[in-house]
């Protein structure tokens, strides 16, 4: 699919420095956008759902997973109808996810200045990038592009 495909269908835009005509990798595998890290969740042993697992369908528009900061450029997740479910009901033990999902056709991740990407089918767990400040600053913070 090319970026202008898949901002027409979902009503998102980029920034115009993007270019549209290009057409968006879908990722078997670990991937990053910004700020964001999508990880097969079968990787990760530690981290857990709830019981029960509360799952929302990913509607038309998409589902902000993050925004960065002062509420510009988001990370939406948009997906074609009822191929892809969410929820925010986890535990991650290092406390950087924010998000799991399911798809049984390429999801992708719409962001302005990134333009888009594509996670093929599976399920997955979206955390934030984080940070490890060092000297006086050794605190972690959390990265919002």
Do not use: K
Not at 3 to 18: F, I, S, Y
Not at 19 to 45: K, S
């Amino acid at each position: 699919m090319e970026l202008a495909e898949l901002l027409d269908r979902t009503g998102l835009d980029v920034l115009d420095h993007l270019e549209r005509q290009v057409a968006v990798p879908v990722v078997d595998g670990v991937q990053a956008q910004g700020d964001l890290i999508v990880i097969p969740l079968a990787m990760l042993g530690t981290v857990t759902m709830w019981s029960p697992t509360p799952w929302r369908q990913v509607p038309p528009g998409g589902v902000e997973l993050v925004r960065g900061i002062a509420g510009n450029n988001p990370h939406t997740l948009v997906a074609d109808p009822h191929t892809c479910r969410w929820t925010t009901s986890l535990r991650d033990p290092i406390g950087l996810g924010i998000a799991v999902f399911e798809n049984t056709e390429p999801a992708y991740l719409v962001h302005p200045e990134h333009g888009g990407s594509g996670v093929a089918p599976g399920c997955w767990l979206v955390r934030r990038q984080q940070e490890r400040g060092t000297g006086l600053r050794a605190r972690t913070v959390l990265i919002a592009d």
